[in-house]
């Protein structure tokens, strides 16, 4: 007889149904995995043995043949060790046989029988779903998660003994200690309020358009001049997640095995990876597994590189395909994974080695040649492909005086301000397939339907005439002037529009 049930592998988020087939025969003793498993999943035949012997459900003293197919789908980690265990247990007549074909299993063994949580648990029990499988076992550390896809009955057993007895296993319960996963930190709303900033009108009013746009931005300024500050702040200006989008970033951080807990991360992400990163810790990779990047983790939310010229050039210009396509493709020799990376990009940098070219009060001590070559390590293609270049001073100590004076937009009402942008821009983009105003490709912005008069666009024809901006920044300014058209609930850019958004464009220059 042969026992048969099913598991995921994943590739990315996407997940692929795995069947493993159990088989026993009089042959010596032993045990085989054959269907490229990896070596973690390759160590699952002496997990699932000692875990079935310390459950009291020993398997018998035969030659135990696993296959998990399609063979030739690659296959990852240690989520397989429950289905494979119960397989064996239906193969040597233990368990019936026709139970363990109708449910989907996911879950590591110990070797005491106890079940492990695994990380990938959401997207593969989605994968499941999407598949017609209506019931999934799980360990009870990964229930929480399991149990946010919808209309998918939940299985969570605490151990391989459990799992068999309510497959029709005639053993007696036995109480074990639960291995549980640790619970997800309650984040703050926002690292800091809006209304803290102090002066810099001008690069909060640019926050807001990187916002209600969704633009990517490129922070230039000496030290002290509210960079970071400003970049921190930015998640907090952005509405919250749709379910869709929800979903997914939540899938993300189980697939990155941080913890999930028992509802949908609901506010956008922030992902601060440090300048030392290397390409595949900021896109995603792996030797065997492919994990994702702390680009894909920002995904729907805010990636930020603060002192951006000290980063690889090598890591930064792997940014500059997903900044287009808004997809993460990560090519191995067998497999190729995709992720999503929709995220708002915000760099930030000093316009020199000593950081004060520029300053108001301090003297750079920089040559001209070492200036351009700090900068210069920020390739001219990724600075094209940010909507917003502004240059950040620092604050003076009449700024500092009036600041208690005049009132100061907090991040709920400017959150309110990035909403109601984000609504006009999606109410006129409702019969396409975009929703924000970063992700029109210019040929539409300046086809028939929203294209602009040359009196409007006269500034922008002149820059692209002389050479000052190419042509992906001219349709880059023209969504930029369509985010301040919708913040200031104008129906159309005007020329006052356009002249805003290239002066967004022109950090390097001044």
Known sequence: MIGRTYAVSLLGLEGAIVEIEADLSNNLPGFVLIGLPDTALGEAKDRVRAAATNSGCGLPN???????????????????????????????????????????????????????????????????????????????????????????????????????????????????????????????????????????????????????GGHHVFLLGPPGAGKTMLAARLPGLLPDLDPQAALEVSSIRSLAGLPV???????????????????????????????????????????????????????????????????????????????PGRFQLVMAANPCPCGQWGARDSECTCPPNSRRRYLARLSGPLLDRIDIQFRVERITSAQLRLAGERPSLSTADARAKVTAARERAAARLEATPWRLNSHVPGSYLRGRELRLTPKVTAGLDRALERGGITMRGYDRVLRVAWSLADLADDSRPDDTHVGQALYLRKAMSQ
């Open 62 to 212: 035969r030659k135990i043949t696993v296959n998990l197919s399609p063979a030739a789908l690659p296959k990852h980690g240690s989520g397989f060790d429950l289905g494979i265990a119960l397989a064996a247990l239906a193969a040597s007549g233990t368990i019936p046989a026709e139970s363990i074909d109708r449910v989907l299993h996911i879950g590591e063994l110990g070797l005491d029988g106890r079940l492990r949580p695994v990380n990938g648990v959401l997207p593969a029990v989605l994968a499941a779903s999407r598949a017609g499988f209506t019931t999934v076992m799980v360990p009870s550390g990964n229930a929480d998660e399991a149990s946010l896809v919808p209309d998918m009955r939940v299985i969570a057993v605490p151990s391989l003994r459990d799992a068999a007895i309510w497959h029709g296993g005639e053993f007696e319960p036995e109480p074990v200690e639960v291995i549980t996963r640790p619970a997800p930190e309650a984040a703050p709303e926002t690292s800091g309020d809006l209304a803290d900033m102090i002066g810099g009108s001008d690069a909060i009013d640019a926050m807001l358009v990187a916002a209600a």
């Open 261 to 339: 807990g028992s509802s949908l991360t609901t506010r956008p992400p922030l992902e601060a990876p440090h300048h030392t990163a290397t390409a595949a810790a900021l896109v995603g990779g792996g030797s065997s597994q492919i994990r994702p990047g702390a680009a894909a983790r920002a995904s729907d939310g805010v990636l930020f590189l603060d002192e951006a010229p000290e980063f690889a050039p090598a890591a930064l210009d792997a940014l500059r395909q997903p900044l287009e396509s808004g997809v993460i493709s990560i090519h191995r020799a067998n497999a190729i994974a995709h992720f």
